[in-house]
């Protein structure tokens, strides 16, 4: 069996093991989702009239106006939010000394992080799949072609991919599930602070700098005009630019770490 084969083969493996774990244990599942829907519900609902208002070019604009509007930053939190959940898993496998003896076995080395990845993207894409299912029961529609939905589709599995192997090398580096579990949160509220909520037009100079350059927002901009037919201008190749560039750095420093000596 060739070398690529055989890291084949035992990366399926390991996708296996890491998809009964997220049956076996669903809560992370739910924590995955949770967070976005109660975004969503409180945004729209709560905020929704007074903000839909103050859109641009929506005077007098409803809560349907601004679901439309704060959609696609909820569905990339969602893939923000799925961030805990694989550093909490990477750091599980990593304490409790199940990679140790990994490491003992005929086993390719680059096997257990690529299951971990694989599965969490799953596990994110499936997330992001129900929180957009729920979006669309409130209301939300999109106005382009079912290419322009495979475009936004294709943008949201990049920046997962990305942002999973962030989150894996970030729960390599944590020394305790705990702390784990900490780390991401920072990516989870980029969105907050870039055009998910609200146009950065309206935000204070620098903050609306700093939303301008922050990776979540050419994503969401290129999303919602992928999605809804508002203009992109050159954040697609942003948000691409962003997504290659997280992956490298991410799968890069996750190698680097798995590779060093065992804690």
Known sequence: ????AHTAHDSAT????????????????????GMPIVFLLLFVYVFGGTLGAGLPGHSGGSRTDYLT????????MTVASATTATAVSVATDMTEGIVARFRTMAISRASVPIGHVVGSMIQALLGTAVVTGIAVLLGFRATTSPLHWLGAAGIVVLFTLGLTWLSAALGL????????????MPLMLLPLFGSGFVP???????????AEYQPFTPMIETVRGLLTGTPIGNNGIMAIAWSLSITLVGALWARKLYNRDPR
């Not at 950065?200 to 700093?210: C, I, K």
């Open 173 to 184: 580096i944590a020394p305790s599930v705990e702390i784990a579990s900490n780390i991401p």
């Open 14 to 33: 390991m996708l296996r093991r890491n998809l009964q774990h997220m049956l076996r244990y669903p809560t992370l599942t739910l924590m995955i989702i």
């Open 69 to 76: 509007y704060i959609a696609p930053g909820i569905i990339l």
């Open 200 to 210: 950065t037009d309206s935000m204070p100079t620098a903050l609306r700098w700093f």
């Open 1 to 4: 069996m060739s070398t690529l």
